[in-house]
Structures are given as structure tokens and as C-alpha cells.
């Protein structure tokens, strides 16, 4: 069974650029999480949905980051305009509705320059 | 607010040596902790989780440990391989929110 798969793997912009994250969660999983990773640092959550509805953004920057999730599979990411301080590792996770266990894609590692 | 933390940073250990990573957390509500392992480049991977009406739980290996009087978890790797080195997450979860420490890195030397 595939992994959550996310893309770009890497990414390098300059500041004030926009850029917008893919993330392909485990088929059948539900719920999906969009976390944001500082270097030494653990996962923070931004935003998770329910299918395509968004129960927590409590933690999502909403004047420059926005996500969306419109048929409750695929999942995009979006910040503009980046900044310095975004530079950081953007992880989804996706998980089975009856469990408790978060599956975890490799992650975008984004670079604002 | 709530917070997650790890005591060491850094843990160096010998190839056969047990490993023990500890965790201190500050929620007492909180039901539910979960030990990630992640290896550079990768996303955090599940490794053993434990609920707040257990104070034990054994995997292939690894054992966790709470002790909900001094709110403490503790990761347990017996017989530490090279395999092991990466960065262990203690995170624990509440309202289906998880919330993770700052991370420990495994150096396991042969």
C-alpha cells in the first residue's frame, strides 16, 4: 500500500513569491493533517480536515496561508506571500477515522530566500 | 500552555546498548502518547503509543513507560542497532490534536 505522498519534495523561492504544497493522503484515510516543521524542532499542526471540511485552522496563519481539500482526498497547501519564517519542513498526515495512528508523508522542505 | 518537552537532546549510545529516552509533558488531561521516530529526510513513523490507563506497553524492542504522577514517558530500546540513530518525538494527543516535544537525536556508534 502506497504511503502519503507529497510533492515537491524541495522547493526554493524567493520571499514575497507564492508556492502551494500537494499532499496525496493513504487511500480511504479520512482525516488529513497539514503540520509545519522547524529545524530541531517537532511538528506543528496548521490545519486538519474531516473529509473536505476543516475542523481546526486555529493555528494557520490565514493572511498569507490557506488550504483546501475539495473532494476530500488530495490536499493543497498554499502560502502567499511566502516570508524569511516560512522557511521550514511541511508534513501531511493522514489517518484511518476508527484509529488513533497518524501516517506521516516525507515531508516539502521549503526554502524562502 | 500546553507543552511537550525531552530532557536530552542528544543521546550517544554503543551498538547492543539499551537505550532509554525520557519525556516530560505538562497536560495531565492528556489520554493519550504516541512515540514518533524520524530518520533525516522522512516524515515522523510510528513506533509505540501507550494510554493514560496503562504504565506499560512493550513492542518489538522497545518499551514505553508512564508515570502519570510526575508526568513522565520514557522511550526503551533494547539492544540498540545503527538502525536506530534518528530523532525520537515524544508527542501526546488531545482532541485528536497532536502535540509534540522538541525531539531527542539517537547516535548509535558500532
Known amino acids: 500500500e502506497a504511503g502519503v505522498v507529497q510533492s515537491p519534495r524541495y522547493k526554493i523561492i524567493e520571499k514575497k513569491q507564492p508556492v502551494a504544497f500537494w499532499c496525496n493522503p493513504i487511500?480511504?484515510?479520512?482525516?488529513l493533517y497539514w503540520y509545519r516543521q522547524n529545524l530541531g524542532q517537532g511538528p506543528e499542526l496548521l490545519i486538519r480536515y474531516e473529509n473536505e471540511e476543516a475542523v481546526d485552522d486555529s493555528q494557520l496563519p490565514k493572511d498569507r496561508f490557506s488550504a483546501e481539500r475539495l473532494k476530500g482526498v488530495d490536499s493543497t497547501l498554499k502560502i502567499q506571500p511566502a516570508e524569511l519564517g516560512d522557511s521550514a519542513v511541511y508534513l501531511c498526515?493522514?489517518?484511518?477515522?476508527?484509529?488513533?495512528?497518524?501516517?506521516f508523508g516525507p515531508g516539502t522542505r521549503l526554502t524562502v530566500t | 500552555g500546553e507543552s511537550v518537552g525531552l530532557h536530552l537532546p542528544t543521546l550517544s549510545v554503543q551498538e547492543g546498548d539499551n537505550s532509554i529516552i525520557n519525556c516530560a509533558y505538562s497536560n495531565s488531561a492528556s489520554d493519550y502518547f504516541i512515540w514518533y521516530k524520524q530518520e533525516s529526510g522522512k516524515g515522523p513513523q510510528f513506533i509505540i503509543d501507550?494510554?493514560?490507563?496503562?504504565d506499560k506497553r512493550q513492542g518489538q524492542r522497545v518499551t514505553v513507560l508512564l508515570n502519570k504522577t510526575v508526568k513522565h514517558l520514557s522511550l526503551q530500546i533494547a539492544a540498540t542497532q545503527p538502525g536506530d540513530s534518528a530523532v525520537y518525538f515524544c508527542?501526546?494527543?488531545?482532541?485528536?490534536?497532536?502535540?509534540f516535544g522538541t525531539g531527542t537525536r539517537l547516535l548509535v556508534s558500532p
Open positions: 508527542a501526546e494527543e488531545g482532541f485528536q490534536k497532536l502535540v
Open positions: 487511500s480511504g484515510h479520512n482525516t
Open positions: 498526515a493522514s489517518r484511518w477515522a476508527p484509529t488513533s495512528e497518524q501516517y
Open positions: 501507550i494510554r493514560s490507563n496503562m
